[in-house]
């Protein structure tokens, strides 16, 4: 199994700061033959299942705001949020599509500070 | 968009079978990928499988033994068994759509409870 690896576990910042969160696989998700990487992010706030917001690494599902952003390739990814909103307190976790039996990331659960 | 919801017994007993069901709207069980994800405290988010075309499965290894996937496509549903469960069973279990089998998640049901207890 591809084991995915999130860190910090939290972070608790000020509204406007940026949140960067990592995400490291065990191997590489990343696919040649169509230069894609098999890696999304999802938020998940209490009571609520989780909700996309990034797929192939970097592309954001539609409505999510451009403040969400997506980076890396093959093991080493970043989800960046570039000014923290209230709204934006959730867990976010990633998740690897690359081969079964898919697996996630721990969580990073964002606060404000 | 597909709507998904999760139905069944909140309570299982140990060694028992869990059984849930998952009603599609919005979109036909014959189309798409049809994954049950299940969230627990101790392991955080967990894939158990998949199911496709009203009968091909791909199951989690860890739990292929006793996870069986089917799907109705008279009633537009998809349902899970996990026999001889146990209290390491319980946990939020969510029914989830997909494009195909290496796919990210695009639409998650609200999830259902399911504590495993005598």
């Known amino acids: 199994d591809i084991v995915m690896t999130q860190s910090p576990e939290s972070l608790a910042l000020s509204l406007g700061e940026r949140a960067t969160i990592n995400c490291k696989s065990s191997q590489s998700v990343f696919y040649s033959s169509n230069n894609n990487n098999y890696l999304a992010w999802y938020q998940q706030k209490p009571g609520q299942p989780p909700k996309l917001l990034i797929y192939w690494a970097s592309t954001r599902e539609s409505g999510v705001p451009d403040r969400f952003s997506g980076s890396g390739s093959g093991t080493d990814f970043t989800l960046t949020i570039s000014s923290l909103q209230a709204e934006d307190v959730a867990v976010y976790y990633c998740q690897q599509y690359y081969s079964t039996p898919w697996t996630f990331g721990q969580g990073t659960k964002v606060e404000i500070k | ?118």
């Not at chain 2, 496709?52 to 006793?66: A, D, E, I, Q, V």
């Not at chain 2, 319980?90 to 259902?112: F, I, K, P």
Request: with cysteine.
């Open chain 2, 1 to 118: 968009q597909v709507q998904l919801q999760e139905s069944g017994p909140g309570l299982v007993k140990p060694s028992e079978t869990l059984s849930l069901t998952c009603t599609v709207s919005g979109g036909s069980v014959s189309s798409y990928y049809w994954s049950w994800i299940r969230q627990s405290p101790g392991k955080g988010l967990e894939w158990v499988g998949y199911i496709y075309n009203s009968g091909s499965t791909n199951y989690n290894p860890s739990l292929k033994s006793r996870v069986t996937m089917s799907v109705d496509t008279s009633k537009n549903q998809f349902s899970l068994k996990l026999s001889s469960v146990t209290a390491a069973d319980t946990a939020v279990y969510y029914c989830a759509s997909h494009r195909s089998s290496l796919d990210w998640v695009s639409n998650w049901g609200q999830g259902t409870l399911v504590t495993v207890s005598s």
